[in-house]
């Protein structure tokens, strides 16, 4: 079922001051808006300026492929496999790119084997929103209107101060087994509880995590001991 997109004006403690976005995050959104595409901030940084936390970085979602974006910028390189992305370099910071993508397994039941090796089918950015891990990282801010748009209802998730994912947490979390430590590491930094049937999928499909690349599950395990303000 689609969620309606809700574009949220500056209200109570959803404002984001722009003061606190990085000046070449924004650079590189306003670029891309500027040269015709979507572009938007998203995932982490969203929702950490949204706690009036510091984002460790910021990424960047645009409906621009990576072709495009490095067409528009020279500093760029493009990188991945399973998941293409245009790293944009400004010094020693990186502002991480991604193109709109959609669910590549849009129809999944439970029945079958559900794991996703690759990540590249371009979509919308409601699709994009959608195919995210949980509701509070799928929140996207439009610099140039500063608004927080809302296509997964993660702000009524972010001030109940819950982890929950978005769709049916059996299947998002046999889709890639590495967002249980996900849930875990952002219920423990964040301070949040996780939703009851989100829960019951980490006990049901906890095994799953066999089947990750042992490196990608070493890397969250990492993210997940090194205890900082950060998620």
């Keep these: 079922?689609?969620?309606r997109s809700v574009r949220v004006s500056q209200f109570a403690t959803m404002y984001i001051d722009p003061e606190f976005i990085d000046p070449d995050a924004d650079n590189v959104v306003r670029?891309?808006?500027q040269s015709g595409f979507q572009a938007y901030l998203v995932g982490g940084c969203v929702r950490d300026l949204l706690l009036n936390r510091n984002p460790k970085d910021f990424d960047v979602s645009s409906s621009a492929t990576p072709t495009e974006i490095k067409h528009l910028f020279r500093n760029c390189r493009i990188i991945g496999r399973r998941f293409r992305l245009a790293h944009i370099f400004f010094g020693s910071?990186?502002?991480e790119t991604a193109t709109f993508r959609a669910n590549p397994r849009?129809?999944?039941s439970e029945d079958g084997e559900l794991l996703i090796h690759r990540d590249n089918v371009w979509g919308t950015d409601t699709?994009?929103?959608?195919?995210r891990d949980f509701t509070i990282n799928?929140?996207?801010y439009d610099v140039e209107d500063e608004v927080v748009i809302d296509h997964v209802n993660g702000l009524d998730d972010l001030k109940k101060r819950l982890i929950r994912t978005i769709g049916d947490p059996g299947i998002r979390f046999r889709e890639d087994p590495v967002r249980i430590l996900r849930a875990i590491k952002f219920a423990a930094r964040l301070g949040f509880d996780v939703e009851d049937k989100t829960y019951q999928a980490i006990i049901r499909h906890r095994a799953?995590?066999?089947k990750c690349s042992q490196p990608r599950v070493l890397e969250e395990l990492y993210r997940c001991l090194l205890y900082t303000s950060d998620a």
């Design 1 to 3: 079922m689609l969620l």
């Design 106 to 108: 849009a129809n999944a």
């Design 138 to 140: 799928g929140l996207f």
């Design 93 to 95: 910071k990186i502002i």
């Design 127 to 131: 699709e994009d929103a959608q195919r």
């Design 31 to 33: 670029r891309l808006a």
């Design 208 to 210: 799953e995590i066999t």
